[in-house]
C-alpha cells in the first residue's frame, strides 16, 4: 500500500521470508518494498515520510533494534512493527518502551499482521501531521505566536488588542497570517491545534 498514507516496509535477510511475506500481504491489499539490508533500507527510504517498516530483530549488520534506534535519533515518524523468530520478554519489553508499534514471532498470522499494518501507518500520519505543525508553528512570528496563544485561550480580537497593546486591525492581520502560515481555514481548525501551544 503507496499512498498518501505512507509507505509499507519489510526488511529481513532471509529472502524466502521477504518473498513469503509479500506475497502473504499482497493478499490483504499492502504492497511491501523489501530490503534484506537494514543499511540500504536506511539509505534508500525517506525517512522523513509517513509510513511503517517490519524489521526482523536479528540479522547481520544492521539489527533491528540498531534500525529503531536510528529512526528515533533522527525523529522519523516511521512506525515500526518487530517480527522475529527470536524473541524473548526482555526484547519484547524493550521494543515496547522504545516505541514500538507491535511485536510478532514467526511465522506470523496474516491477518494479525495486516491489523498492525494499518494500525501503524494510521499513528506515521498523526506523527508526521503532528511534526508538519511543528515545522509551521516554528514559522510564526513572536508576535504571531502571541496572538495564536491567545485567540486559542478564547479571547477576542479586541480582548487581544488590549492585551497586547495594539488596534483591532493589527490583530486582525496577525490573526490571518498565523491561520495562512499554520494552513488552517476557520476558527475550529485553528482551536483544534491549541495543544501545539499548551
Partial sequence: MVDECGSIYLVDDDLAVLDSLCFLMKSYGFELRCFNCGATFLETVDLTAPGC????????????????????????????????GHGDVPMV???????????????????????????AIGVSQQRWELQRLRCRLSGLTERELSVFRLVVK??????????????????EVHRARVMSKLGVENMAELMSLAHLVA
Avoid: C, W, Y
Fill in 154 to 171: 478564547g479571547l477576542t480580537n479586541k480582548q487581544i488588542a488590549a492585551e497586547l497593546f495594539v488596534t483591532v486591525r493589527t490583530i
Fill in 53 to 84: 517498516v517490519i524489521l526482523d530483530s536479528r540479522m547481520p549488520g544492521l539489527s533491528g533494534e540498531r534500525i529503531h534506534q536510528r529512526l528515533l535519533e533522527v525523529g522519523s515518524p516511521i512506525a515500526v512493527i518487530f517480527l522475529t
Fill in 93 to 119: 519489553r524493550e521494543a515496547f518502551l522504545q516505541g514500538a508499534h507491535d511485536f510478532f514471532q514467526k511465522p506470523v498470522k496474516g491477518q494479525d499482521l495486516a491489523r498492525a499494518l494499518r494500525e
